[in-house]
């Protein structure tokens, strides 16, 4: 490493290449200016290729007389050689290359991801991923430890840990592949069919593996092929019964209901999600046990698993039995964040020993909002070439006509600013609609969306409004909320007022929406409360089944054509598919 940098040169790029879902990370005196996953600019889900787009989207973030001084990587070693001549080709112009090229290992990445950017001084920290061969070498897939920040005093301790697969994570994706999910998002269909089960075959999958001494979870590896497509054994079968067949759909014929299940197979099948669920929280929950006696007030979940969002609640619910007092879990907690750990590592934990330029509880990561936006004029002309009639409004009369349109039952595409960071839409990339209507699960679900009818969707709402619709939660002392990354459950006299937002086990996954992170959004839900009553509207991702979130104008116009949507928000902007209005 150079001992001395190249004036201008301060900036980090970060990036991650671990065989899916690579992305890139931008630092720039020691703040997050940039981030995105590759998916974003390719169009293929979890895009496992090396991030040249994403890289470029982070150097044109950055502020004139900049340049980079250090590129790190999360790769492992069997991806060292390639990453290295690929990062070359990042940077077109001669002479703004890096000083360095460095490699990190991928789990402390994903790891230095969740507690750099949590602020906290110190923390523990478990981290669960089903990350596979794809990083090369040997894989942790779960570790424990403890983290501390402050200057000369940066350290990630690993004090036990598993190779792939033995993990939680992987867990998950068997039992998404054994009912039927394929693709990626596999986890997500299997953590929203669990509410239509009941948890009557936890016997079962506990005779799967063993928790030992250390708090890690140890699989029976006769019950799986970890390598191979089918990941499930003989022996896995004759326990559980023949596999679903990919893409079968489940027969909702009472919607909001713990019973909406027909079909006696749809109810096993249903059940046995519902009994994963439940073993994987009780399983975290006992790893996080493991932690606890070693002065440590803090808790950082990483990997994959992080966003798991009942888990995460049933953690966070009894962190105060175990000494912890806070938790934070980074919005892209699985492999795409690892490319903000890398470069977070890189600063903080000293590849050569170096001393942490920000004390600790530095706020460097302030929210989610860190990816590609475009100008009212680029957008105008987007709009322009597309052929939709269009009107451009100012800021209240947007919120008004948005508003009305929504109250009125219609179905809107709202595009604004920057895209987020992290596989959940949170208020600007999303798609929006009235909760109040309890058909409108259905019709997002299967005229906008194309996915399965029991697929759940959250609520966005203001800050304010949280314990007014949901019962109190040690959530809401955390960071969670504002990162659709833990579940409440709806008060009873609430439920019929929102049903569209309310899964068949009475709880939803939520967003707090805080006026000073995101005053857009936050008066648009209000402008809906002042019309309705209710500070509430159902916010699910703008995009297609198995296809990632809209990134550019273009795209959001594209699937405007394509799907349901009534009508279409962007920037100052409302696109239709008629004239009117």
């Given at each position: 490493?150079?001992?001395?940098?190249?004036?201008?040169?301060?900036?980090?790029?970060?990036?991650?290449?671990?065989?899916?879902?690579?992305?890139?990370?931008?630092?720039?005196?020691?703040?997050?200016?940039?981030?995105?996953?590759?998916?974003?600019?390719?169009?293929?889900?979890?895009?496992?290729?090396?991030?040249?787009?994403?890289?470029?989207?982070?150097?044109?973030?950055?502020?004139?007389?900049?340049?980079?001084?250090r590129v790190v990587v999360a790769c492992g070693e069997a991806r060292k050689s390639r990453a290295a001549v690929r990062c070359s080709g990042i940077f077109r112009t001669p002479g703004s290359g890096p000083e360095t090229v460095e490699f990190v290992e991928p789990h402390l990445c994903q790891i230095g991801a969740s507690f750099f950017a949590s602020s906290f001084r110190n923390a523990a920290f478990l981290y669960s991923d089903d990350l596979r061969g794809g990083a090369?070498?040997?894989?942790?897939?779960?570790?424990?430890?403890?983290?501390?920040?402050?200057?000369?005093?940066?350290?990630?301790?690993?004090?036990?840990?598993?190779?792939?697969?033995?993990?939680?994570?992987?867990?998950?994706?068997?039992?998404?592949?054994?009912?039927?999910?394929?693709?990626?998002?596999?986890?997500?269909?299997?953590?929203?069919?669990?509410?239509?089960?009941?948890?009557?075959?936890?016997?079962?999958?506990?005779?799967?593996?063993?928790?030992?001494?250390d708090g890690m979870i140890d699989l029976d590896l006769s019950f799986f092929n970890p390598a191979e497509a089918v990941p499930y054994s003989g022996k896995f079968t004759a326990l559980f019964g023949p596999a679903r067949p990919g893409g079968s759909r489940f027969r909702i014929s009472r919607e909001g209901s713990r019973d909406g299940l027909a079909d006696r197979k749809d109810r096993y099948h249903a059940d046995l999600a519902a009994s994963l669920q439940s073993v994987l929280s009780e399983t975290t929950v006992a790893m996080?046990?493991?932690?606890?006696?070693?002065?440590?007030?803090?808790?950082?979940?990483?990997?994959?698993?992080g966003l798991n969002c009942v888990t995460n609640t049933a953690v966070v619910e009894r962190i105060e039995k175990y000494g912890f007092g806070d938790v934070f879990i980074q919005p892209a907690a699985g492999p795409a964040g690892a490319a903000m750990g890398a470069a977070l590592y890189g600063r903080d934990a000293g590849l050569e020993g170096r001393k942490s330029r920000k004390g600790p509880g530095a706020k460097i990561f302030r929210d989610a909002f860190l990816g590609k936006g475009w100008s009212t004029e680029e957008i105008g002309r987007a709009i322009g070439k597309s052929g939709y009639p269009f009107r451009k409004y100012g800021h209240r009369e947007l919120v008004r006509r948005t508003c009305l349109e929504l109250s009125r039952g219609r179905v809107a595409g709202w595009f604004q600013?920057?895209?987020?960071?992290?596989?959940?839409?949170?208020?600007?990339?999303?798609i929006l609609a009235d909760p109040r209507n309890p058909e409108m699960k259905?019709?997002?679900?299967?005229?906008?969306?194309?996915?399965?009818?029991?697929?759940?969707?959250?609520?966005?709402?203001?800050?304010?409004?949280?314990?007014?619709?949901?019962?109190?939660?040690?959530?809401?002392?955390?960071?969670?909320?504002?990162?659709?990354?833990?579940?409440?459950?709806?008060?009873?006299?609430?439920?019929?007022?929102?049903?569209?937002?309310?899964?068949?086990?009475?709880?939803?996954?939520?967003?707090?929406?805080?006026?000073?992170?995101?005053?857009?959004?936050?008066?648009?839900?209000?402008?809906?409360?002042?019309?309705?009553?209710?500070?509430?509207?159902?916010?699910?991702?703008?995009?297609?089944?198995?296809r990632p979130i809209v990134s550019s104008p273009e795209e959001a116009l594209g699937m405007f054509g394509k799907s349901g949507l009534d009508f279409l928000v962007m920037d100052r902007f409302i696109v239709r598919k008629d004239g009117h209005g």
């Amino acid at each position: 490493m150079s001992a001395h940098r190249t004036p201008g040169k301060n900036g980090i790029l970060g990036l991650s290449f671990l065989g899916r879902d690579s992305s890139a990370c931008l630092l720039v005196d020691g703040r997050i200016q940039a981030a995105s996953q590759e998916e974003r600019f390719t169009g293929l889900k979890g895009e496992p290729g090396f991030p040249l787009r994403a890289a470029r989207f982070c150097l044109e973030s950055l502020p004139p007389g900049r340049g980079i001084g250090r590129v790190v990587v999360a790769c492992g070693e069997a991806r060292k050689s390639r990453a290295a001549v690929r990062c070359s080709g990042i940077f077109r112009t001669p002479g703004s290359g890096p000083e360095t090229v460095e490699f990190v290992e991928p789990h402390l990445c994903q790891i230095g991801a969740s507690f750099f950017a949590s602020s906290f001084r110190n923390a523990a920290f478990l981290y669960s991923d089903d990350l596979r061969g794809g990083a090369g070498g040997t894989v942790l897939a779960a570790a424990a430890g403890y983290a501390e920040a402050g200057t000369g005093k940066n350290r990630i301790e690993i004090v036990a840990s598993r190779s792939w697969p033995h993990s939680p994570a992987f867990l998950s994706f068997v039992f998404s592949r054994y009912l039927g999910f394929g693709g990626t998002g596999g986890e997500y269909q299997l953590m929203g069919l669990a509410a239509y089960g009941r948890p009557s075959h936890k016997d079962k999958i506990r005779r799967l593996f063993g928790l030992s001494s250390d708090g890690m979870i140890d699989l029976d590896l006769s019950f799986f092929n970890p390598a191979e497509a089918v990941p499930y054994s003989g022996k896995f079968t004759a326990l559980f019964g023949p596999a679903r067949p990919g893409g079968s759909r489940f027969r909702i014929s009472r919607e909001g209901s713990r019973d909406g299940l027909a079909d006696r197979k749809d109810r096993y099948h249903a059940d046995l999600a519902a009994s994963l669920q439940s073993v994987l929280s009780e399983t975290t929950v006992a790893m996080v046990s493991a932690l606890r006696g070693r002065g440590v007030k803090n808790l950082c979940l990483c990997g994959e698993s992080g966003l798991n969002c009942v888990t995460n609640t049933a953690v966070v619910e009894r962190i105060e039995k175990y000494g912890f007092g806070d938790v934070f879990i980074q919005p892209a907690a699985g492999p795409a964040g690892a490319a903000m750990g890398a470069a977070l590592y890189g600063r903080d934990a000293g590849l050569e020993g170096r001393k942490s330029r920000k004390g600790p509880g530095a706020k460097i990561f302030r929210d989610a909002f860190l990816g590609k936006g475009w100008s009212t004029e680029e957008i105008g002309r987007a709009i322009g070439k597309s052929g939709y009639p269009f009107r451009k409004y100012g800021h209240r009369e947007l919120v008004r006509r948005t508003c009305l349109e929504l109250s009125r039952g219609r179905v809107a595409g709202w595009f604004q600013g920057r895209f987020e960071w992290g596989p959940r839409a949170l208020g600007h990339r999303s798609i929006l609609a009235d909760p109040r209507n309890p058909e409108m699960k259905e019709i997002v679900n299967t005229k906008v969306k194309f996915r399965d009818q029991f697929r759940p969707f959250a609520p966005s709402l203001t800050r304010e409004s949280v314990k007014e619709y949901f019962e109190d939660s040690r959530c809401l002392k955390t960071r969670l909320p504002g990162f659709m990354l833990c579940v409440l459950t709806a008060r009873r006299s609430k439920r019929k007022i929102i049903p569209a937002v309310v899964h068949a086990d009475g709880t939803s996954r939520i967003h707090s929406v805080d006026k000073r992170t995101d005053p857009l959004f936050h008066g648009l839900l209000a402008g809906f409360a002042k019309l309705t009553g209710v500070p509430v509207l159902l916010d699910t991702s703008f995009n297609l089944k198995s296809r990632p979130i809209v990134s550019s104008p273009e795209e959001a116009l594209g699937m405007f054509g394509k799907s349901g949507l009534d009508f279409l928000v962007m920037d100052r902007f409302i696109v239709r598919k008629d004239g009117h209005g």
